[in-house]
């Protein structure tokens, strides 16, 4: 909560820094004999020209921190400024990003474009991806006595409060594994305690790995994590992955895995007409962050950019035309010439 805070200090101040140059020209401009300032409209359409909106999500939650992230190592002034928008969550990012004035960019989770399949078809052309970001886990946690996941038929089963990744992915990918439970949406926190008292059989979380309730928690004699099956009842928007003992040597015994499956995260763009106003901005912030990617990968900064790789595709969507560009200029300068 302190690094979102900050960021969002470091926005505000940016404004504020870029609301003072413009004062300062304006200032100057005004000391010169015979020319008049400019107009509020000229200096409003100046200042607003390259700012890009980017939908984050929930406050508390790692996509907003990431916008600020990138925030703080893109912004350049009246030359790019970069706002991180709260939102209600990974569908609504998507929801502001395809009605809402002001937003270029949306960090969504790749299972949202499910919400789409009647109400637009056609979803997966007015949206591209910039990059793919990191992976959130399926984590479903349960009491002593639930050995699979067909124990939890009937059970209830916490999926976190709405507008949460969990809330959305937990209940879909129970619905396409066929698992019909009694759906809960309090806190984590709270489901953990009614687990302790079995008045809850398990909680679903959808966030990287290691989550601290689990590593932070004295959970002994029978709670661990279940196993969830990949196959193509899921391959459409989701991956393969594990959990290790090393991530939570408390609840996986040495030397073994459990297997679950991930939700991509994906900073996406709407897909603005090539040469347009908008593209141009989108444009102009794709090839700050990618010059930019070493800073953000340096201490200080979350350390799921370290793992992140420019190159990675994100499928069922077409690359942002300036991203594949900008790979594709760096791919030519890392060829040595012979």
Known sequence: MTT?????????LGLSSAALMLAGGARAQDAVPGRRPPSYESQQERFNAWTVGIAGGLIEGAPLRLAAEMARVVDDGPNLQVLPIVTRGSTDNLNSLLYLRGVDLAIINSD?????????PDIRQHIAYVLSLFPSELHVFVRPGINSLQDLRGKKVNFNTQGTAAAYSGPLIFSRLGLDVEKAFVPHQTALQQMRKGEMEAVVFVTSKPVDAFLRGNWEGGYKFLPVPYDDKLEDYYLPAVLE???????????????TVSVPAVLVAYNWPAGSNRYQRVTRFT?????????LQAPGFDAKWKAINLGATVPGLIRFPAAQEWLARNERKSIKPS
Not at 4 to 12: E, G, H, K, Q, Y
Not at 246 to 257: D, F, N, S, T, V
């Open 4 to 12: 979102i805070r900050a960021s969002r200090r470091t926005c505000l």
């Open 112 to 120: 949202v474009l499910d919400e789409y399949r009647v109400q637009m």
């Open 245 to 259: 003992a090393a991530e939570y040597p408390a609840l996986i015994p040495a030397g073994e895995r459990v297997a």
């Open 287 to 295: 090839n700050s962050l990618f010059d930019r990617i070493d800073r």
